[in-house]
């Protein structure tokens, strides 16, 4: 199969290349010698990655710190079933699926990739794989920030940083549903996108005086650093801090802060393809590309509003 692989952490992304690896071994997989407990085989359709990966340590070690490359970045997807491991049970053969995989194993830039059935979910028929693809992370991530961390209730009022992002915008749409005053953040280019997605207001960070957002119950934050920083002073008491960016620099001076890192969830990724289907929320796709042009997307020469796609099969 062909794949995107990293050798070199030190070399980053121009370390990345395209290359034939051996198919996953189905046959293996399927029998009791050698067996992975939960695993399904997956024909990837299409990927996507979060810019960052080749800073994080598990791209290039395993749960035991040994070194693990060369190994396949990338670990969101969408595709079709086409093997299941020994006495693994919720999917079939044929199935299109969606979900993420897990960090410390090669992951979706590639034509075929092995994942734990409990991390996928049934991807509706009428859902474009490249959708499903675009929004498992980015839905999992909202929909944890918002109520699995922070209780979002009605009526509360959230700052949304990076409201043009692909995370950003999903947690707009999420928070709006369930009924709270959203208030998102960015670069000015970033202003209609983010009204698009529904926020309320929009704070440009560059020209703007974050300040006079005044108190929100919720920040959800994707930037860190300053302007995470400063956001901690905006928490009314009571409120929450939440980010995806490390252990908080800050914290509001009564209230919480927490971070987290986004999980697999077979019910969130059933709900978010619902809402997907139904029409209450819109995946946010900047660019797209094929899997022979993924070294390239990794290194975009202008920034990407929204999450890149890799089209592994057309």
């Known amino acids: 199969m062909k794949a995107i692989v990293v050798t070199d952490k030190a070399a980053g992304t121009a370390g990345m290349k395209l290359v034939e ?16 407990y939960g695993d399904v085989v997956v ?3 299409a990927s996507s990655f979060t810019g960052n990966e080749l ?9 035991l710190g040994r070194d693990r490359t060369p190994s396949i970045p990338g670990h969101e997807v969408a595709g079709v079933v086409t093997a ?3 006495g693994t049970s919720g999917l079939t053969v044929g199935q299109r699926v969606f979900g993420l995989t897990d960090w410390t194993r090669d992951g979706t830039l590639a034509e075929y990739t092995v994942v734990e059935a409990r991390n996928l979910a049934p991807l509706p028929g009428d859902v474009d794989f490249t959708v499903g693809a675009g929004v498992a992370m980015a839905g999992l991530t909202a929909w944890q920030g918002l ?3 922070s209780r979002l209730q009605a009526g509360q009022s959230v700052l949304v940083h990076g409201a043009a992002g692909a995370v950003g915008s999903m947690a707009t749409q999420l928070a709006r549903q369930a009924g709270a005053y959203v208030i998102g953040t960015g670069r000015a280019a970033g202003r209609q996108t983010a009204l698009d997605f529904g926020v309320h207001e929009f704070v440009d960070l560059d020209n703007d005086v974050l300040e006079d957002v005044g108190g929100v119950d919720l920040v959800f934050d994707v930037i860190g650093g300053d302007i995470q920083r400063r956001s901690a002073g905006l928490i009314r008491a009571g409120g929450t801090l939440v980010t995806v960016t490390g252990p908080p620099e800050a914290r509001p001076a009564d209230g919480l802060a927490v971070d987290f890192v ?9 709900e978010v393809a619902r809402r997907v289907r139904d029409g209450r929320v ?28 890799i089209r592994v099969r057309p």
């Open 21 to 36: 690896r051996p198919d996953p071994d189905a046959v293996r997989l399927a029998g009791l010698e050698g067996a992975n």
């Open 43 to 45: 024909a990837v359709h």
């Open 55 to 63: 800073e994080w340590p598990s791209t290039w070690v395993d749960r």
């Open 84 to 86: 299941l491991s020994y």
């Open 147 to 149: 109520f699995d961390h």
């Open 262 to 270: 986004v999980v697999s969830d077979r019910a969130q990724l059933n």
């Open 282 to 309: 819109r995946t946010n796709i900047g660019t797209t590309a094929a899997l022979d042009g993924a070294v390239a997307a990794f290194n975009p020469t202008e920034r990407v509003n929204g999450k890149t796609v």
